[in-house]
Structures are given as C-alpha cells and as structure tokens.
C-alpha cells in the first residue's frame, strides 16, 4: 500500500497494532515517520501491508531514541493496563509505571503539534475516573489542551458495528493557538449494511459449525436468519436486534461467547477474519500476513481501530493544525 504522494503532514504510530490509525492517516495526505509494535504477529501484518517492519518495546530507550525530533501528530491505542494510583492526580508523576507514561515521555520529548489516542470507553470511568484524570492532567502539565469523546462506530463511522470507543484529542498551546476550533464529527447516517462487510459465498470448512460441535442443536433451532448476527452466550444464542455487528473482540479465535456467528445457505458459521477486518472499515486490498494462524488474525482485527472513525476524527484535527503547513 503506497504513501501518499501528497504530504499534508507526518506522524508517528505507536502501539500501532495492524495498522488502522496508518491506513486512516495516510489516507488523508500523512506521511508516517515511526511506528512501533512489541507483537510479532501484528509486526507481520503491518510489514505484509506497509513494506516496513515497525520497531519493537516502546518503553526500551534504544526505541525511543530513533523517533524522529520533529512530527505534526502522535497517535496510538495504548493498552489500558491498571494504573496503581490511590486518587492522589499528580499528573506526570502518577503515570509513571504504565505505558501510558511512555507516551507521555514521548510527547515531553518531542512536542508535537497533536495527539490522537484511541482506547476503550470504560477507561473513562475506571477507577472512579481517578486512571483518566490521571492521562487528562498529565497532559495538560505537559502543555496540550486536552478534547475527549465516547463514539460509537455504526452512529460516527458509517460502520456496522456497535463499538464505542474514547477518542482523546491533544493540541499543544503553543504551537498551535487556534485550537479552541476543534471539533469532534457529528453523528452520520448508517448507510452500510450486514451484507456490505459478509461474503455469504465463503465456504471455508474451518467457519463452519457441524453436528459433532457442543451446542449445535440450540444453535440450529436459533440461527436461522441471514439478516442479523448472533452469538452463544455460555448457555443461549443471543440475537443481535440492531442489525449491525456486535463488538469484535481480541479473543474471538479462542471460542467462548464472544464469537459472532451468521447464518447462510451452507450452514451456521463464525465470521471470517477478513470479514472483521471489513467491519473495522479496511479497505478491501488490506490483508493479514499469510504465515499467521487464525486466532492471531482474529486477536488483530479486534484489537484494532475503526478505521473511518479514525479518518473522520483526523480530518477535524487538520483542520487545525494543517493551516500552518
């Protein structure tokens, strides 16, 4: 997948999973400097669609030392690890110890025109909302006017998929005075259907459930509708009523309740992986690596980023930061 040959801006890409935030960004005209990723499958994939092998450790000094001195955003989906606070809120001090802290010693280092993080909507409410005042104060002692919303992928992204995530949006004062402009997307209309994002001609044995399965009988009587996802939760199917996608999850390849299954001509099966890369908004030329093994592209795709919610949050922050570029 080429670069764009218009350069609007550059950025660097941490905790860069697969690849999302990179595909959205250089979409709109960005350059990526840096990227890094510690999982060795997901440094697969996005060296399979990127033609570059990102970096490893984050926290490691030797990886922080090659991020260049000079880029417009920094972006990434920290891992929302625990943070061991007991309320106190001292900013910078109290992150120390979770990887959120090493990005915040990136952004004191480097100073960026803009931060883009991405991470789940409950790390809005953890720990009483002590973790996130944590992350909100810590940058703003470091210089950034800090914007924050929940949004849902099928309300923001024309996205079939019911995923809620917070956005945090970050502006340095300094260099960037006229931040008070910015604006999250409003709502869009969801155009984009179930059979937009399902190959319903996909007749991979490994999708499929059979009579020798656990369960196969109750899934038989309740999956009968290829208008709709399901999912097994432990003791019942459980019918998706919005017609969109229920959240894709990290251990969808590790069985359980969090797999969505659809029901076609040839039988009950579970979503492809490239049918959760399409309901994370890929695009179409997207592929995974082809050495890894199922559960590890199942891991990715839900462990990545919407991609058009990305795209549509980027575009507000450009119009910002890119009138000086």
């Not at 969505?260 to 001509?265: H, N, R």
């Amino acid at each position: 997948m080429r670069e764009a040959d218009k350069e609007r801006f550059t950025f660097i890409d941490l905790f860069a999973g697969i690849g999302g935030f990179r595909v959205a960004l250089k979409k709109l005209g960005g350059r990526c400097l840096f990227s890094s990723e510690w999982d060795s499958a997901a440094q697969k994939t996005y060296f399979h669609n990127f033609g570059e092998w990102p970096l490893g450790d984050i926290t490691k000094e030797e990886t922080k030392n090659e991020i260049p001195e000079e880029f417009d955003i920094l972006c990434g989906g920290f891992p929302c690890q625990a943070f061991s606070i007991a309320g106190h809120q001292r900013g910078f001090e109290d992150a120390r110890g979770t990887l959120f802290f090493d990005v915040a010693e990136i952004v004191r280092r480097r100073k960026p025109k803009a931060v883009l993080l991405e991470n789940v909507k409950n790390l809005l409410s953890h720990d009483e909302g002590r973790t996130f005042a944590v992350i909100k104060t810590t940058l703003e002692e470091l210089g950034y006017t800090v914007y924050y919303k929940v949004m849902n992928a099928m309300e923001y992204a024309d996205t079939p998929q019911n995923r809620e995530r917070i956005f945090i949006v970050g502006f340095n004062k300094e260099k960037e005075p006229k931040h008070e402009q910015f604006r999250f997307p409003n709502k869009t209309a969801l155009r984009k259907r179930l059979a937009d994002c399902i190959d319903y001609g996909n007749r991979d044995p490994k999708l499929f459930y059979t009579d020798k399965m656990l369960h196969y009988e109750e899934l038989k009587k309740e999956i009968t509708s290829k208008e709709t996802i399901y999912q097994w939760r432990r003791t019942y199917v459980r019918t998706n009523k919005s017609n969109v996608c229920p959240t894709l999850t990290a251990n969808m390849g590790m069985g359980g309740h969090n797999v969505p299954l659809i029901y076609t001509d040839d039988g009950i099966r579970k979503l492809s992986p490239k049918e959760c890369l399409n309901f994370m908004g890929f695009p179409a030329e997207y592929d995974f690596a082809p050495s890894i093994n199922m559960s590890a592209k199942y891991k990715q795709a839900g462990n990545s980023v919407v991609v058009p919610l990305v795209e549509r949050v980027c575009r507000q922050i450009l119009e910002v930061i890119c009138t000086g570029l």
